[in-house]
């Protein structure tokens, strides 16, 4: 990272991990006009900004500033954003299937969008320069709205979630129960289980690549993925990132760097 430039992973409190897989937070006092492009990982999130909130383009070139509060959807497609100043943030990253109970309505709704949420992050009080009491605000949050509302986890969603995380092939099921599966699907986690796999395989490969992104160990991180080959793999790349998987390397810097590489090992110890 450049100087100045941080990043923090915090596990939620154990009565959130149903629901919240990590919750992170990342500080650039002086960042680049760099445009950075974001891929779909498979996790919806809940952003507040603490600084300048970033550009995002839309789909017709123009750029437009996102609201400093924001729930991101599920993503099918890359976007494309750039800070205009200095950028600090909080953002709570959910299990794929984990969001439905916060957002109170289908994922699907908020599939490839970005949802303004100042109205209901308004008092959350996360300070400047302090990671940790950041993420404690966020999940306090949460936590109060999970007692209130009564979150649920829909079992059969997330065995299917977990398997495609473990990379488990598929349960053959019949006609009807696959059509059952993709309702709910959408319902708790706003994609088909078959783009959630794409996603997730995509995902995988910034799970395996080595630093440096030279073309072999691209190769390499994509065969451990779980690709075919490397034309696989650069379809994938097209078609979540827009870019080939060294120009991705070679262009992109600082948030996207940071998202790309966030981890799923245990972290440090629970918020309380």
Not at 52 to 70: I, K, N, R, T
Not at 106 to 132: C, F, I, N, S, Y
Request: hydrophobic share 40%; charged share 25%.
């Amino acid at each position: 990272m450049g100087e100045g430039e941080r990043y923090a992973e915090f596990p939620p409190p154990p009565s959130l991990a149903p629901w919240v897989k990590v919750v992170w937070t990342y500080a650039n006092p002086e960042p680049s006009d760099t445009v950075q492009r974001i891929a779909p990982d498979g996790c919806p999130e809940l952003i507040l900004d603490i600084g300048a909130p970033y550009e995002e383009e839309g789909p017709d070139g123009v750029w437009s500033l996102q609201p400093p509060a924001l729930f991101a959807g599920q993503m099918t497609q890359p976007i494309a954003i750039r800070p205009v100043g200095p950028v600090e943030l909080v953002a709570v990253r959910f299990h794929p299937d984990g969001a439905r109970d916060w957002l109170g309505a289908p994922l699907a709704t908020a599939t490839d969008g970005r949802l303004d949420m100042v109205a209901r992050l308004k008092g959350v009080a996360a300070p400047a320069g302090d990671p940790e009491s950041q993420a404690r605000a966020m999940t306090d949050r949460l936590e109060a709205l999970r007692l209130e509302q009564g979150w649920t986890v829909d079992p059969l969603v997330r065995a299917e979630v977990e398997a495609m995380m473990d990379d488990a092939p598929a349960l053959e099921r019949s006609p009807a129960d696959q059509r059952a599966l993709q309702r709910r699907f959408l319902d708790r986690v706003g994609v088909s289980p078959r783009m959630l796999r794409s996603v997730m395989r995509f995902r995988r490969v910034f799970d395996h690549v080595q630093p440096g992104g030279e073309s072999s160990g691209w190769l390499e991180a994509g065969l451990g993925a779980g690709y075919f080959d490397q034309p696989q793999m650069a379809r994938d790349f097209r078609r979540f990132l827009g870019c080939t998987a060294t120009e991705w390397a070679r262009e992109q810097v600082e948030l996207a760097r940071a998202i790309a590489s966030q981890t799923y090992k245990p972290g440090p110890p629970h918020l309380a």
